[in-house]
C-alpha cells in the first residue's frame, strides 16, 4: 500500500486522529496528531502535554502556497486551546541528505531542533530529527480556517470518493 493510500485510508477511520485541510470542497491538506512516540522521545518529554503532529502532507500542486504552515499554526493554537504545551513533528533523513531540506525549511518556520539521533532500527544511515515548538494562540488564524470537529458528512464523502 502506498503511503497516500494508507493516509486516505485513516481519514475514513472513525478511531484515528486525522484532520484534513478542506477548501471549497478540495482535501489541500492532511495531518495526523497523536501522542509523542518513544523514538525521538525521552520519556520525561513524552510525559509533558504535546500534539505530535505526523504524516503530514499538503497537495503537491499548492507547493509554495504555505498550506503546510497553516496546518502548523492551527495545531499550535489547538494545543494551546486544550491547554497542552508543545506541538512536535519529527523528520527521518537520509545519508544522502534525503529530506535535510525538509528539516531546513521547518526551522525557518520557527521549529526548534530538540535533537537528532540515528535511526535504531532502519538500516543505512537514517536520522531521527526530532523538532518542537511551544504551543501558542494565534489571533490571525480564525479569519483563515474553521476547525470542525468530527465531521461525519465529510468522512462519508471522503469514504466515497
Ligand atoms: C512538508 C510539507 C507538508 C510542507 O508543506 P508547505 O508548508 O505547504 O511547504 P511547501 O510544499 O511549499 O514546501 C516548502 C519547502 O520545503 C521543501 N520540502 C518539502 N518537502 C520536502 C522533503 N520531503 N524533502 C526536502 N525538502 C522538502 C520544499 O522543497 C520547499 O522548499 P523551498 O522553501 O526551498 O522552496 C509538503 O511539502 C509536503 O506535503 N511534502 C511531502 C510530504 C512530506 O515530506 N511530509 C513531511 C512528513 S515529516
Known amino acids: 500500500m502506498s503511503s497516500a493510500e494508507h493516509l486516505a485510508d485513516q481519514v475514513t ?7 484534513v485541510l478542506v477548501d471549497d470542497g ?5 495531518t495526523t496528531t497523536d501522542d509523542t512516540p518513544a523514538l525521538g522521545w525521552t520519556d520525561q ?4 502535554s504535546a500534539i505530535f503532529l505526523q504524516s503530514t502532507v499538503t497537495h ?12 502548523a499554526f492551527w495545531a499550535l493554537d489547538r494545543a ?10 519529527g523528520v527521518l533523513s537520509d545519508s544522502e541528505g534525503g529530506n535535510l531540506g525538509l528539516v531546513r525549511y521547518y526551522r525557518r518556520q520557527g521549529w526548534r531542533v530538540v535533537r537528532a539521533v540515528p535511526h535504531p532500527r532502519k538500516p543505512g544511515e537514517i536520522t531521527v530529527w526530532s523538532l518542537a515548538r511551544p504551543a501558542g494562540r494565534q489571533p490571525d488564524l480564525v479569519d ?3 476547525e470542525v470537529e468530527h465531521d461525519d458528512e465529510l468522512r462519508t464523502r471522503l469514504a466515497s470518493a
Request: proline share 7%; hydrophobic share 45%.
Open 13 to 19: 477511520e472513525p478511531d484515528w486522529p486525522v484532520w
Open 80 to 89: 494551546a486551546r486544550r491547554g497542552q504545551q508543545w506541538v512536535r513533528r
Open 26 to 30: 478540495l482535501l489541500l491538506g492532511i
Open 60 to 71: 503537491p500542486t499548492r507547493a509554495g502556497a504555505g498550506l503546510g504552515m497553516v496546518v
Open 144 to 146: 483563515i480556517v474553521t
Open 45 to 48: 518529554e513524552r510525559a509533558e
